[in-house]
């Protein structure tokens, strides 16, 4: 079956430092969406990507979809101690029969 | 708009025991799903329902089980329940499934802990 996988599975970087995590599934998506849960809280949407190559920002995130709808990445500009968290992808395959898989998330550390 | 809810928020059950966990999406949403969360295994999908249809089903045992209501309000049902079954139970809803309206909004989730 469909596996999600993200590296790293934790990261931990000092206030203002650029962080990325990585989503890769082993099968093509037909849509792929960000979560971020807050410790203790519970996962909050952030964006969805469904077009090849797509790349959408959100002020100090940038989110892109591979070409071969595989892979995505997360990308945080200046990291700020309310970034902490961790983040999940979320993919649904190139069929809408298709539950979503999760991936195992990337627990972000921001040190201040 | 109200989001998710999800009630009981916190169950305390032993061993052996039956439990339904309740969950009421946002006011127009149709699909529900339901996840188990648990620090080793990450987010790991149970079911998800469309208009009171399951439509998914994950890997769990047949002890969980799952309906929704032509209101879409949805509930969980785990009978039996084992000390592994101790865990965060999410549910999320979004319009409908596929595409554009495929957004899951999270509640807050039912946290579990079998004795």
């Known amino acids: 079956g469909q596996q999600v996988m993200q590296i790293p599975q934790y990261q931990h970087v000092q206030e203002g430092e650029d962080f990325t995590t990585y989503c890769n599934s082993s099968?093509?998506?037909?849509?792929i969406q960000w979560y971020k849960q807050r410790p203790g809280g519970h996962p909050v949407f952030l964006i969805q990507?469904?077009?090849?190559?797509e790349v959408k920002k959100q002020k100090r995130l940038t989110f892109q979809f591979g070409e071969a709808k595989k892979n995505s990445s997360l990308h945080i500009t200046a990291t700020q101690t309310t970034d902490v968290g961790t983040y999940f992808c979320?993919?649904?395959?190139?069929?809408?029969?298709?539950?979503?898989?999760f991936g195992p998330g990337t627990r972000l550390s921001v040190l201040p | 708009k109200a989001g998710v809810t999800q009630t009981p928020r916190y169950l305390i059950k032993t061993r052996g025991q039956q439990v339904t966990l309740s969950c009421s999406p946002i006011?127009?949403?149709?699909?529900v799903s339901w996840y188990q969360q648990t620090p080793g295994q990450g987010l790991q999908f149970l079911f998800e329902?469309?208009?009171?249809?399951?439509?998914n089903k994950g890997n769990f045992p047949g002890r969980f089980s799952g309906r929704q209501f032509s209101n879409s309000r949805s509930e969980m049902n785990v009978s039996t329940l084992e000390l592994g079954d101790s865990a965060l139970y999410l549910c999320?809803?979004?319009?409908?499934?596929?595409?554009?309206?495929?957004?899951?909004?999270f509640g807050p989730g039912t946290r579990l802990t079998v004795l």
């Open positions: 999320a809803s979004s319009l409908s499934p596929g595409g554009l309206t495929d957004t899951q909004y």
């Open positions: 329902y469309f208009s009171e249809t399951q439509r």
């Open positions: 979320a993919g649904r395959e190139d069929n809408y029969g298709q539950n979503f898989v």
């Open positions: 006011s127009g949403h149709r699909s």
């Open positions: 099968t093509t998506l037909s849509n």
């Open positions: 990507l469904v077009k090849s190559g």
